[in-house]
């Protein structure tokens, strides 16, 4: 035999083995529908009827979940809510299901219909709103394995509530529940479990605005209801707050107005239209900050951390326009009392002056006048109060009155005082603030 003739045998032997590889795609794929056909036919399967129990007792059927979190869009303090969107994963065993795999070619069947098979009834037990994913084609498959395990996989988008507890506002962790429930089979039909390993993935780059996830723990809910137990299953998500927004927005904006307030304690207290004017601006600029903290939370009962800093700071900025007004008046006392010892001084230099004229004139005025003073006479109070003074117990030197003293007017003295104590008691009430709102947050992690 020549080599053309053993080249056309192998030609013909390549193009043989082809096209019964083909025949044999279009079989499997023939053998796949008659699958479908065998195991979910009329009168053959029935969706109606939950599967048995393990081993094909008469025990609860056991479907296991796990989710995969894609991303949580917001979590907003007003409504208390949070969005997320997840792919929600179910698992159960249905022996009716079970085919040949024929030599394990076959791995599963896939379904987009769930209707064709039975369904867990679960459902989001604290879900708000809720829809599912259709771009392009609906976001859900259902993978049915050759020994009867069904997979259940779908994409969803959920607003789900999330009471927040707001006392240690904006130092506060909010913990946010995700719960899955059955609703109308008991336990004794159905139980839902977390698959062993790793039930709940998080996106590696999950991005919050206002918010850091810092771990989430999963957990049992079963509820007891007059119609039975019902199998439950809860994610819960734990966010700590970012508080570098609120510093740079909040607590230092406050600070700079406080302190803006005390520049009335160097101003001239005759600059009446000046210290009242900051007053009042640094006051209203302090209530409209509050007002527009307050407008993006909700009302709530009790009181929350930013609540006591803002009405701190509110008081301190009306007590600063409150010293200038004790101070006007202190100036108007200084004022009077000031007229009252020139007219005193007057009236005693006009009394030394008409006595000593009295003993110039009248050489015989001597003989006249008493020996003892009248108690009311200038000359006589002179000398009581100076032999007072000579006759009082020296007193200790005093620093704080030293250092005062050279302040002649008390309002000049009450604005040096203010200089002083407004700043010592703001860093005392920071103290004692951020400890107390830190060591909170800490206990209650």
């Known amino acids: 035999m020549g080599a053309g003739h053993c080249f056309w045998i192998l030609y013909l032997a390549c193009l043989c083995s082809a096209s019964l590889g083909n025949n044999a795609k279009i079989n499997f794929r023939e053998k796949e529908k008659k699958v479908l056909d065998q195991i979910l036919g009329q009168g053959k399967y029935d969706a109606r009827i939950r599967p048995s129990g393990i081993n094909g007792t008469d025990g609860p059927a056991i479907v296991r979940v796990n989710i995969f979190v894609r991303s949580i869009s917001k979590i907003d303090d007003v409504t208390m809510e949070y969005s997320v969107q997840l792919t929600f994963r ?40 809720g829809h599912f994913h259709n771009i392009i084609m609906p976001n859900v498959y259902i993978r049915i394995f050759p020994y009867g395990s069904v997979l259940y996989s779908i994409r969803i988008s959920l607003t789900l509530a999330c009471p927040m507890n707001l006392k240690l506002y904006p130092l506060d ?41 810092e771990k989430f723990l999963t957990d049992y809910c079963n509820s007891k209801t007059n119609t039975g137990e019902y199998s439950c299953l809860k994610v819960d998500l734990l966010f700590k707050r970012e ?40 006051l209203l600029t302090m209530a409209t900050q509050t007002s527009g903290i307050n407008a993006s939370l909700p009302p709530v009962s009790y009181t929350k951390a930013i609540d006591v800093w803002t009405g701190v ?11 200038f007004a004790l101070v006007n008046y202190a100036s108007r006392s200084d004022l009077h009392r000031e007229n009252m010892k020139k007219k005193r001084r007057e009236v005693e230099q006009a009394s030394l002056d008409a006595a000593s004229d009295l003993l110039d004139t009248d050489s015989n005025a001597t003989f006249a006048m008493p020996l003892v003073r009248h108690p009311g006479d200038p000359l006589a109070l002179e000398k009581l109060r100076q032999c007072e003074i000579h006759m009082a117990p020296p007193k200790r030197p005093n620093c704080c009155r030293t250092w005062l003293s050279k302040f002649p007017t008390r309002s000049k003295r009450i604005d040096v005082i203010s200089r002083i104590t407004f700043p010592l008691v703001f860093a005392l009430f920071n103290l004692v603030y951020w400890s107390t709102y830190l060591f909170r947050e800490e206990e209650e992690n």
């Open 243 to 282: 508080f570098s927004y609120y510093l740079i927005q909040i607590y230092i904006p406050c600070c700079m107005l406080v302190i803006v307030s005390w520049v009335s304690f160097w101003l001239d207290q005759g600059a009446v239209p000046a210290r009242v004017s900051l007053g009042v601006t640094t």
């Open 313 to 323: 700071c509110l008081t301190f900025v009306f007590g600063a326009l409150l010293e």
């Open 90 to 129: 179910e698992q159960w065993l249905d022996e009716r299901l079970k085919f040949d795999d024929i030599g394990g070619r076959l791995k599963y069947l896939t379904l987009t219909e769930a209707n064709r098979v039975w369904m867990p009834d679960l459902f989001f037990s604290n879900e708000k709103e």
């Open 173 to 213: 962790r909010q913990v946010c529940s995700l719960r899955m429930a059955s609703y109308g089979w008991t336990t004794a039909d159905l139980v839902f479990l977390w698959k062993e390993g790793d039930p709940v993935q998080v996106v590696k780059n999950l991005h919050l605005p206002r918010f850091t996830l």
